[in-house]
């Protein structure tokens, strides 16, 4: 006869199954994944953000560099455009061009006076050329009273220079040359004008009613203080308008 013991005992025998326990932490570990899910995804983020960085920067460099050619482009090509246009200093230092409408270069002209061998061209005073020039031998008038060199002008009002000596002059390191602008009657225009090698002076007269324009020349030795002619002396660009 079975009894209630033997009946529960038998229920609760060696070989029923234990009851299983629930685990713990399931809630937990689907946490943890999430955080790994979601810093991956940050990770992820700040990568392509950074490339995104980089790639903007690269083109806004490449922008730059593109911007500031073109800016020396232009700038080039308003200083060729300077250089070409008439009076304009060029990239070799020279200056000239043609002469404002109505006037005439003295080169173009021929001497009414030429006692000290006058000579039309280029001449260089200062390291700038001057293309449109004369030169002649500086001598003071003669005992007559005629000037070295004399023009026509004739009909205009305006005289223009650079009055100075040519920088291939020899041996003039020392020497002053003075120059006299004056009218056909031997008024004198202006004060005698100075110069120098590498101190050249720029003249303008008023030659109005003035038929004839002499122009004479004294040189000076500064170191002995005597007189010492036969230099050369250049009126450069010289023009009457």
Request: hydrophobic share 35%.
């Amino acid at each position: 006869m079975t009894t209630s013991a033997q009946h529960g005992g038998h229920l609760r025998g060696g070989n029923s199954p234990a009851p299983r326990k629930k685990k713990r932490g399931g809630l937990t570990g689907w946490f943890t994944s999430a955080s790994g899910i979601l810093a991956s995804l940050a990770t992820i983020v700040a990568a392509v953000a950074s490339v995104l960085a980089a790639h903007q920067t690269s083109r806004a460099d490449q922008l730059t560099i593109i911007v500031r050619q073109q800016k020396l482009e232009i700038k080039q090509a308003q200083q060729a455009s300077k250089s070409q246009q008439p009076g304009n200093p060029g990239t070799s230092g020279a200056t000239g061009g043609a002469p404002a409408p109505g006037a005439t270069y003295l080169s173009a002209l021929q001497p009414t006076v030429d006692n000290e061998d006058l000579r039309s061209g280029p001449q260089v005073m200062s390291a700038k050329s001057y293309p449109d020039s004369v030169a002649f031998y500086c001598y003071p008038a003669d005992g007559s009273g005629q000037p070295a060199e004399a023009f026509d002008v004739a009909g205009h009002s305006v005289f223009s220079a650079v009055v100075g000596i040519p920088d291939d002059t020899e041996n003039v390191t020392s020497m002053d040359e003075t120059v006299t602008f004056a009218d056909q009657s031997g008024a004198h225009l202006m004060s005698p004008v100075t110069v120098s090698l590498g101190h050249p002076a720029t003249v303008r007269l008023n030659i109005s009613g003035v038929t004839q324009l002499a122009v004479t020349c004294t040189g000076l030795n500064t170191q002995t203080q005597q007189t010492a002619n036969g230099n050369p002396i250049a009126l450069a660009n010289a023009r009457i308008s």
